[in-house]
């Protein structure tokens, strides 16, 4: 098996070799306050902010005793060379607004649920 990224110091995606790379990753927001929140999304390649790469999300307000929830997901096509690696960043202006993971539910029964899901593979030389 080919291993063309690896996972490094637990946020860097890191390319093995040379190519057009696509990162796809899903963030499970939690907002636990009475307002609506904007998330700023944006991604790095080797410590630096990608220009135009950033998108903003609203993440809904707690209503009754269930927290605003929103899972933002997309694709990112990048060309790297051997041993760049991309961040996923994010920022919000709010404290009540996190990444979110669940642990395994009952009632009815679910998987446990992640705060982020991110693959990054190689698609062209």
Same mark, same amino acid.
């Given at each position: 098996? +080919?291993?063309?990224?690896?996972?490094?110091?637990?946020?860097?995606?890191? %390319?093995?070799?040379?190519?057009?790379?696509?990162?796809?990753?899903?963030?499970?927001?939690?907002?636990? /306050?009475?307002?609506?929140? /904007?998330?700023?999304? &944006? +991604?790095? !390649?080797?410590?630096? $902010?990608?220009?135009?790469?950033?998108?903003?999300?609203?993440?809904?307000? !707690?209503?009754? %005793?269930?927290?605003?929830?929103?899972?933002?997901? &997309?694709?990112? +096509?990048?060309?790297?060379?051997?041993? $760049?690696?991309?961040?996923?960043?994010?920022?919000?202006?709010?404290?009540?607004?996190?990444?979110?993971?669940?642990?395994?539910?009952?009632?009815?029964?679910?998987?446990?649920?992640?705060?982020?899901?991110?693959?990054? /593979?190689?698609?062209? %030389?």
């Amino acid at each position: 098996l +080919f291993r063309s990224v690896t996972l490094v110091s637990g946020t860097q995606l890191k %390319a093995s070799t040379a190519g057009l790379y696509n990162l796809q990753f899903s963030a499970q927001l939690s907002s636990t /306050d009475s307002s609506i929140h /904007d998330v700023s999304i &944006w +991604f790095r !390649k080797n410590g630096t $902010d990608i220009t135009a790469s950033n998108s903003m999300v609203s993440v809904q307000s !707690k209503h009754g %005793a269930i927290n605003g929830q929103l899972l933002p997901s &997309w694709n990112f +096509f990048v060309q790297l060379s051997a041993n $760049d690696y991309l961040e996923i960043m994010w920022s919000t202006s709010s404290t009540n607004v996190s990444l979110q993971a669940t642990g395994t539910q009952t009632s009815p029964t679910r998987p446990a649920t992640p705060s982020v899901i991110a693959t990054m /593979d190689r698609v062209h %030389a």
